[in-house]
């Protein structure tokens, strides 16, 4: 079974993932807030695995990661907490999001067979080279049927943009300018939509799902008209900050986002 | 011996260690550097713009100076390569007039750099102020607070110096500063990285740039000992540059003993150390797999050392192979003998040095070298901007 290809075929416009990362604002957050982001509406769910130096990602993640470290978040505690949640979310897509180092130290192997049995589909590693999934691990994300999504940036040359869509069975992440998670756009006018047609125009494989700097309704609907959906993570982490519910808030604030 | 010592692979391995572990924002800029690095360097008006830049304004060649009275205290025959008389007083500038001529070459108008002890900022700066170009340099704000000569000199070079203020606040987190702004900023700006760490081919880039200084002790040696050899090269490590430099032309001469020196902080197993080579296990940093100080679910841990340039959980993937393969031994001294070897040098030879270089200084007396052995230390920066610290610490000094 293939939910990410499922839930593309099930609806080909204006899908929202939806990024957290886990073990924050408390531990035990994790599960709730899948359950209450589906149940809001959200279409597919990424689990940030929280590392102490994320390069991609700006302030707001870095905090939470921090944050989430503190609480006691790691991989172990992740893939126990995530134990039964295809018997409460069976279709919704579930993606982990993390930086190499402490899958690697989990071990690679280790990290994707726990992932599957939890019930994981996709995998986003933004620092695993292409070259080294190639070589090293895209057996063995077959073998255990994950799905890597790679990013694409306004710099991705086209012949890379090619072979990325050759690499997986997912969908492309679309950076949508220059910086890291949470930044606003600081493009000029026009800049950004011209990248979305030349990425659109290239009738890749793969739907297409934008990030980076998507963070309320206006933005997510824009961006839904260049791609199939797109991807919220920043703007979700500070309506999670300071509450004592964190359900309710992730579910008012995707409400806010599709209504 | 094997050639891999010198030459990483073409994807940039030094054994297991090294290769470019960066995000796909990263990955357009970097491509573009390990494509061309090669082919500028080796052209010759790149050489000649290099070379006479680093005789008219850097200085070099920098003397290889015999300290006598050093060399009957230990018994042994120490020559002191003189990188702290490089303008701006380390050896940091050799790569950065380096880089901002490659970065010339790539179109590149605006400069990034991240800095510990703020040499390499200060050696960032002045290379931009020559050459007319934008600078902002990333520098933990602890970091600022101990070494503030160098902040001042970064300003009135013309650099803007943005304060890092994630994680430990020191060169870790500058470097993570400087590569979210790099990606932030993916055409028009160049990052110059100070040490040999980051993805290839930054390690390589930066051991190339620094190897004038084995290449000029090799000469420096025939004349003064009548061997181009020594028996002992000894330099400190944080990231590495220096030490890289400092061995690059020996690598491949098994005679010749290379020691590599890091700081243990208050003890190796205090807690509060920068020996990575004995710390560290295989991960990833900057970009880089090499050895790293990490918890055991591989995040990384923060590193203590009182110099801020040795304050880093990593070292490049080539000293990293250095460790694993046995060519180099490593030694690692805690602040306190560091700031013992400020004092003795100081008023042995009247020289101050850099607290970095203070730790290659304090492994002296643990080399084990005989009377007759040629023993080069790396004295890679001069100790200006540490005598706040030596002032605090006059006590443990004097």
């Known amino acids: 079974m293939n939910r990410i290809k499922n839930v593309f075929e099930k609806k080909q416009k204006g899908l929202l993932n939806v990024y957290f990362t886990a073990g924050y604002p408390s531990l035990h957050d994790t599960v709730p807030l899948i359950k209450s982001l589906t149940q809001a509406g959200a279409d597919l769910i990424e689990i940030g695995m929280p590392f102490s130096d994320p390069l991609a990602d700006g302030p707001v993640i870095q905090a939470s990661s921090t944050a989430a470290l503190q609480n006691g978040m790691n991989m172990r505690v992740l893939f126990r907490q995530l134990e039964g949640i295809r018997n409460e979310v069976p279709e919704t897509p579930i993606l982990l999001m993390g930086y190499l180092n402490p899958v690697m130290q989990f071990g690679v192997e280790n990290f994707c067979r726990e992932a599957a049995e939890a019930g994981v589909d996709g995998v986003i590693l933004p620092d695993l080279p292409l070259d080294d999934y190639v070589a090293e691990y895209q057996e063995m994300f077959r073998r255990f049927n994950l799905r890597p999504v790679f990013l694409i940036t306004p710099q991705t040359a086209p012949e890379r943009i090619r072979r990325i869509d050759e690499l997986t069975d997912s969908f492309l992440y679309l950076v949508s300018g220059p910086g890291t998670t949470g930044g606003a756009n600081t493009q000029a006018e026009g800049v950004q939509e011209a990248y979305f047609e030349r990425i659109e125009a290239m009738n890749l494989r793969n739907p297409r799902l934008i990030g980076f700097g998507i963070g309320d309704k206006a933005s997510f609907q824009r961006a839904c008209e260049y791609a199939e959906g797109a991807i919220i993570g920043s703007a979700l982490i500070r309506a999670l900050e300071g509450t004592d519910d964190a359900p309710a808030a992730a579910a008012r604030f995707v409400q806010s986002v599709l209504k | ?398």
């Open chain 2, 1 to 398: 011996m094997p050639t891999t010592y010198q030459q990483p692979t073409e994807r940039g391995y030094y054994g297991q260690f090294g290769g470019a572990f960066i995000p796909e924002m990263l990955y357009p800029n970097v491509e573009e550097l390990r494509q061309q690095y090669l082919d500028i360097l080796a052209d010759p008006a790149f050489q000649q713009e290099y070379q006479q830049l680093l005789r008219d304004y850097v200085g070099r060649p920098t003397p290889l100076f015999e300290a006598k009275r050093l060399s009957e205290k230990y018994n042994t025959r120490v020559y002191l390569k003189r990188e702290d008389l490089c303008h701006t007083g380390a050896h940091k500038v050799n790569n950065t007039v380096g880089q901002i001529l490659l970065a010339k070459r790539l179109g590149k108008t605006r400069i990034i750099a991240e800095t510990g002890a703020g040499q390499h900022g200060v050696a960032t700066a002045t290379v931009c102020a020559l050459m007319g170009m934008q600078c902002i340099v990333y520098m933990g704000e602890i970091d600022m607070e101990r070494q503030k000569p160098n902040v001042y000199r970064m300003r009135l070079l013309g650099a803007e110096v943005r304060a890092a203020m994630s994680g430990s606040r020191t060169l870790k987190d500058a470097t993570n500063e400087a590569i979210r702004d790099w990606i932030s900023n993916p055409v028009d700006t160049h990052y110059i990285i100070g040490s040999v760490v980051g993805p290839h081919p930054y390690p390589d880039l930066v051991a190339r740039l620094q190897a004038v200084i084995s290449e000029e002790m090799r000469k420096q040696l025939l004349e003064k000992t009548g061997s181009e050899l020594p028996n002992y090269v000894v330099a400190c490590v944080g990231g590495g540059s220096n030490a890289a430099g400092a061995f690059y032309h020996f690598l491949e001469e098994p005679s010749v003993k290379l020691v590599a020196v890091e700081a243990a902080g208050h003890g190796v197993n205090s807690g509060h150390s920068a020996a990575t080579s004995v710390l560290g296990k295989p991960g990833i940093i900057h970009g880089s797999r090499t050895l790293l100080m990490q918890d055991e679910d591989g995040q990384i841990t923060e590193p203590y050392s009182l110099s801020a340039g040795l304050d880093y959980p990593g070292i490049g993937p080539l000293h990293a192979y250095l460790a694993d393969s046995g060519r180099a031994r490593f030694i690692s001294i805690e602040d306190e003998d560091a700031l013992k070897a400020v004092a003795e040098l100081s008023r042995l030879e009247g020289i101050i040095p850099a607290l970095e270089t203070a730790h290659a200084l304090a492994a002296l007396g643990q080399l084990g070298a005989g009377p007759d052995d040629v023993v080069v230390v790396n004295l890679s920066g001069r100790g200006d901007k540490d005598l706040e610290t030596y002032l605090k610490y006059a006590d443990t000094i004097l």
